[in-house]
Antibody, heavy 126, light 108 residues
Framework: EVQLVQSGAEVKKPGESLKISCKASGYSFPTSWIGWVRQVPGKGLEWMGIIYPADSETRYSPSFQGQVTISVDKSISTAYLHWSSLKASDTAMYYC???????????????????WGQGTQVTVSP | DIQMTQSPPSLSASVGDRVTITCRASHNISIKLNWYQHKPGKGPKVLIYAASTLQSGVPSRFSGGGSGTDFTLTISNLQPEDFATYFCQQSYSTPQYTFGQGTKLEIK
């Protein structure tokens, strides 16, 4: 079974660092992009960025560039989301997801995300 | 950036009903539109990709349509397990895979 299992909930203080994880199983980890998504309480989903485990090529949404770092450890099929200095506004649920793709009827590539991790709640409070 | 506008924000319906959720893109995104179901305490689950292709294992009462800027997700014969929040997502402008604001489907 293909699955992504995320690390548990975290409670941190502003200014602290944090790294949360997303462990993949059931497929070839290096050859599928893994993305991260934020959901602030009561709000929709925000795209953060994506990484290709085979070579660690990473692309960030402009809103999150410089705010977080996405990385992987291929040896243990795990992706990470890291903050060096948390803010209260980082309080949210975070999801990882595997990207899939195929050729459309028009000859170009379409992409979607499956599966998703169960989510990691991050709470930042003084 | 491509903006995705979803409507309605919430919807009340009964078991057995048919409902339609719409998603509008700010630019032409061809058929690069995905639909997800999201239940509390779980990660989102893909229902439809490429606007109308049903993900393997998803019941056929879910269907998607549209192209360009206007898209729909239709759920026929609503079942109790279908009450959840639904999101659209564009995959045209990578790597900015923006989402709609979500539609919460509640039991009437």
């Amino acid at each position: 079974e293909v699955q992504l299992v995320q690390s548990g909930a975290e409670v941190k203080k502003p200014g602290e660092s944090l790294k949360i994880s997303c462990k993949a199983s059931g497929y070839s980890f290096p050859t599928s992009w893994i993305g991260w998504v934020r959901q602030v309480p009561g709000k929709g989903l925000e795209w953060m960025g994506i990484i290709y485990p085979a070579d660690s090529e990473t692309r960030y949404s402009p809103s999150f560039q410089g705010q977080v770092t996405i990385s992987v450890d291929k040896s243990i099929s795990t992706a990470y989301l890291h903050w060096s200095s948390l803010k209260a506004s980082d309080t949210a649920m975070y999801y990882c997801a595997r990207r899939l793709e195929r050729i459309t009827i028009f000859g170009d590539i379409t992409r979607w995300f499956d599966p998703w991790g169960q989510g990691t709640q991050v709470t930042v409070s003084p | 950036d491509i903006q995705m506008t979803q409507s309605p924000p919430s919807l009340s319906a009964s078991v057995g009903d048919r409902v339609t959720i719409t998603c509008r893109a700010s630019h032409n995104i061809s058929i690069k539109l995905n639909w997800y179901q999201h239940k509390p305490g779980k990660g989102p689950k893909v229902l439809i990709y490429a606007a109308s292709t049903l993900q393997s294992g998803v019941p056929s009462r879910f269907s998607g349509g549209g192209s360009g800027t206007d898209f729909t997700l239709t759920i026929s014969n609503l079942q109790p397990e279908d009450f959840a929040t639904y999101f659209c997502q564009q995959s045209y402008s990578t790597p900015q895979y923006t989402f709609g604001q979500g539609t919460k489907l509640e039991i009437k």
